[in-house]
T-cell receptor, first 116, second 113 residues
Framework: EPEVTQTPSHQVTQMGQEVILRCVPI?????FYWYRQILGQKVEFLVS????????KSEIFDDQFSVERPDGSNFTLKIRSTKLEDSAMYFC??????????????FGAGSRLTVL | AQSVTQLGSHVSVSEGALVLLRCNYS??????LFWYVQYPNQGLQLLLK??????LVKGINGFEAEFKKSETSFHLTKPSAHMSDAAEYFC???????????FGTGTRLQVFP
């Protein structure tokens, strides 16, 4: 069964460092997302991406965050200067499109980011 | 704005007992409703979804949920719990106007032998 692949599974970084989290969505999917889950809290929407541009972003997704799809397969989340509060599990998800009228997202296993 | 409330952050049941995980939503437009499960160290896996049509939805692993518009609820049930059902369960809502999911805070299900 096709799956969304995320790397790394766990990254530890120092505060202020740049981090790039990588995702390979399912190949024929058109919509891509990043969510995060701070330990013990709910899964929160960060950003959605379609047709090579951001379609929606949350208030969490400030200027420190960016996304891109550099080569048509990878979908990356960059945090420019990490803060302690960026420590969380980051989930990538993809969606084939809205022909069914509802968004069924397929999630990756997550990348755990620990900022020291 | 949409929101999801999951009552009970932890639910414990005995193996073979009924599982009931509660979810209430708030939406100003007809919602799409989802239940996802997260096993330890894994991603979020879709259990079932409601979009339109039949209000009783059957999912994987014997789970089902019923959309009750009058109660704004979408509770998840399973007649007989298995040890392998121990996981975190998330209710989520979206609608036709947005392509993002709004999640509840999750319910951790423990199953005792």
């Amino acid at each position: 069964e096709p799956e969304v692949t995320q790397t790394p599974s766990h990254q530890v970084t120092q505060m202020g460092q740049e981090v790039i989290l990588r995702c390979v969505p399912i190949s024929n999917h058109l919509y891509f997302y990043w969510y995060r889950q701070i330990l013990g809290q709910k899964v929160e929407f960060l950003v959605s991406f379609y047709n090579n541009e951001i379609s929606e972003k949350s208030e969490i997704f400030d200027d420190q965050f960016s996304v891109e799809r550099p080569d048509g397969s990878n979908f990356t989340l960059k945090i420019r200067s990490t803060k302690l509060e960026d420590s969380a599990m980051y989930f990538c998800a993809s969606n084939p499109g809205r022909s069914s009228g509802a968004n069924v997202l397929t999630f990756g296993a997550g990348s755990r980011l620990t900022v020291l | 704005a949409q929101s999801v409330t999951q009552l009970g952050s932890h639910v414990s049941v005995s193996e073979g007992a009924l599982v009931l995980l509660r979810c209430n939503y708030s939406s100003s437009v007809p919602p799409y409703l989802f239940w996802y499960v997260q096993y330890p160290n894994q991603g979020l896996q879709l259990l079932l979804k409601y979009t339109t049509g039949a209000t009783l939805v059957k999912g994987i692993n014997g789970f089902e949920a019923e959309f009750k518009k009058s109660e704004t609820s979408f509770h998840l049930t399973k007649p007989s719990a298995h040890m392998s059902d121990a996981a975190e369960y998330f209710c989520a809502v979206s609608d036709d106007n947005t392509d993002k999911l709004i999640f509840g805070t999750g319910t951790r299900l423990q199953v005792f032998p």
